[in-house]
Structures are given as structure tokens and as C-alpha cells.
């Protein structure tokens, strides 16, 4: 599965590899079902071991906490071939972003959701899922490059901040304030933040330019 | 203190009343302290109680559990005189707004980080922030009518969006992303917004329009 947030646990099962590979596979995806089916509390090294069907010595040695299996998870997640949609417009393409978010985000159990709560637990967690989402933002920064090459929007204008100000209103909406899922938010969040971009709101001030 | 983020947790101290209302500030100032110094985890009825030197009795028979106490602590918040600052443009109000939020966020430690966190855990502080950022958001909906009045932003403009717009970006780097807190940060989304508000991104669309 590609995605733009780490909806899927299991994106190592997809690749090609021997026993260790399917090993991985199966503890990652029982440490994201456990997840979301029970929270994070109930999260242990053993009970993962025991829902994957693996001694509990090889996810010790191989994952060493729940925090390792957290961390494993989003690497595993970002480990995939995702590029942002391209439709044509930046707009378009930001909407396609936001309406990956979405699903990802309104899904119920969302291991999305779940995830983000564990980065508050879990210092490793967390820093691997700001990583999954840098991962994300670099690759996104690609539809910004094609809008400045249709002159959508100015040259110089900066990826991430705009990358960040097309999505985060779908974070703030759907997780931190838990408001019901509005289809027509991934929409709208894109298109305000394609009508800053094409204003210049994401080039550097004139001060720090060249 | 006035603040658009639940960044004080001892209102209740500034307003008049008996025993009752300085037992109450004594509780939620315990609350807090406890929260942010030691964490979700360890914030227990017994240990508010003990540490804000009242009944334990007491503190069941008014706030029943740790959610209750994290509840009032966010209604004791939004107990107050906050306004959003009127600075005489719609990007001098939404930088001085999120300005608020990146010293309340960065704080360190930070009861705001603290109980968007404990929002994962508990329902009822859950709903209480919830509660607590629509309130800020319908006080700020004043800074974008005055917007709208001196012809800045389109008539129409809806300030909800706007203003999650706005400020969604600090909550994403700050909190989400754990970035290190950027000075220019809270202009930079103000201007953002603003720039998509006057663009009209955010009025509603034509077909929907009387």
C-alpha cells in the first residue's frame, strides 16, 4: 500500500526476502493490530510475539522494546515507492494528498490515529514518525516543482511550509479536535493553500533572497 | 493570564470567591504542576490531593477522577477575558495569535503540550480541549469581521477555517513534528492565511452562496 501518512503496517510484506523478511512482516503487522485493537498500553514485546506466532527471544533480540517495534513499523511504512499524485495542477494534487490523509485518518480503528497518540508515549516512536513524515514532505516537494514550472506559482516558492500548511488543517481537524470527517476538507485545506502559494506566500522574504 | 491556548491552569486563583474557589485554584494549579512535571501516567486524584495540600475526599467528592480534574482545569482556562489583538491588519492578528501559541507551546515545560497529549488518554480531557479551542476559535472569529469590514478579506469569509488555517501549521511543527520553535514561524502561517483569505479561499463556494 502507498500512501502519504503510515496507514499500513505490512508494506514488508510486499517485498521479496526469506525467512527474516517474513518474520518482519509478521510481527510488524501483529505490533499494528495490537495497536489499534487494544492501544498502546497493552502493547508488550510478549504479546506481540505471541499474536505474530514468533518466539519471543527472536523480538527481543531483533526489536528490543515496544519502542524498537514502533519505529520499525513507520520504517517499514515509508518503505514503499509513494509519490504524491499528479494531476495536473497543484491544487489537484495537494486535494489528492489531503484525501490520503483522510482515509488514512478516518479510518476506524486508523492505525494513522493510533500511531500519533504512541508518539506522545514513546521518544522513539516519535522520532520515527516526524521522520516518516520529512520522508513524506521530500517526496511531495515534486508537485510543488512542476506548479513553478506551469507558473502556478513564483519561483523560489518553498516546499515545506507549503506542504505543511495544505495538511496540517487535517491533523488539527480530525485528531487534535476530533471533528467528524468532512469530505469536503481535503479539498478546501488544498485549495487555500494554493491560492498562498500563488501569491507568494511560501518565497523567501525579499531580505534573504540571493 | 489571557491566552489563546490553555496555557494557565490557576485562572480560577484571580477570581473572587470563598474557601470554595481557592480550594479549587489550589487543585487545578496541582494539576497542572503535576502534569507537566511528571506526566499523565502519574497524575493521580491521591497525589493532586496531597500535593495541592487538600482532602483527598474532597477532590473525589468535586472531581471524581483525573479526567474531571483535567476537564475543569481546561474550563478554569477558557474562564477569562481573552480577545485576539487587534493590531490593525488580519496578518497582524493571526501573528500575534500564533505567537501566543508557539510561547505556550514551547514553553518548557508545556501544560499546553501536556494536555493535548493527555487528550489522547482521557475522554473527558479530550472534549474539554476540544471545547476550549472552539471557544478561542469563536472569540477570534471578531479579528476576521474586522477584516472583513476594512474590505482585507472578501465578504463571506467563513473564520473558522481561516482561523484552523492559520494556526494549524504552529500544532503540526511544534507539537507533531517536535520542530525547534522558529521565531518567524507564527508571521510566516499568519501571512499565509491571510494572503488565501483575501484570495478568497475561504468563502463559501458559488453554488452554495444565497
Do not use: C, K
Not at 517485498?15 to 501483529?30: H, K, W, Y
Request: charged letters at 20%; aromatic letters at 4%; proline letters at 7%.
Amino acid at each position: 500500500m502507498t500512501s502519504s501518512t503510515p496507514a499500513s503496517g505490512n508494506s514488508g510484506a510486499a517485498r521479496p526476502g526469506g525467512r527474516s523478511a517474513r518474520v518482519r512482516a509478521q510481527v510488524l503487522e501483529a505490533t499494528g493490530r495490537r495497536l489499534v485493537e487494544q492501544g498502546y498500553d497493552a502493547l508488550t514485546v510478549d504479546s506481540v510475539a505471541e499474536a505474530a506466532g514468533v518466539h519471543r527471544t527472536t523480538v527481543y533480540r531483533r526489536w528490543r522494546d515496544v519502542g524498537g517495534l514502533l519505529a520499525d513499523l513507520l520504517e517499514a511504512a515509508a518503505d514503499d515507492s509513494w509519490r504524491p499524485a499528479d494531476t495536473g495542477s497543484l491544487e489537484g494534487d495537494l486535494t489528492a494528498m489531503n484525501q490520503e490523509i483522510l482515509a488514512a485518518v478516518a479510518a476506524e480503528p486508523s492505525l494513522t490515529t493510533a500511531l500519533i497518540a504512541a508518539s506522545f508515549r514513546s521518544p522513539e516512536a516519535a522520532r520515527a514518525l516526524r521522520a516518516f513524515w520529512e520522508d513524506r514532505y521530500a517526496r511531495s516537494a515534486e508537485a510543488v516543482t512542476r506548479a513553478v514550472d506551469r507558473g502556478e506559482v513564483p519561483p523560489g516558492t518553498a516546499p515545506r511550509p507549503l506542504l505543511v500548511a495544505a495538511t496540517a488543517p487535517l491533523y488539527q481537524e480530525l485528531v487534535l479536535l476530533g471533528s467528524a470527517p468532512d469530505p469536503a476538507l481535503p479539498g478546501a485545506a488544498a485549495r487555500a493553500a494554493a491560492l498562498a502559494a500563488a501569491a507568494g506566500a511560501f518565497t523567501a522574504p525579499a531580505a534573504e533572497r540571493g
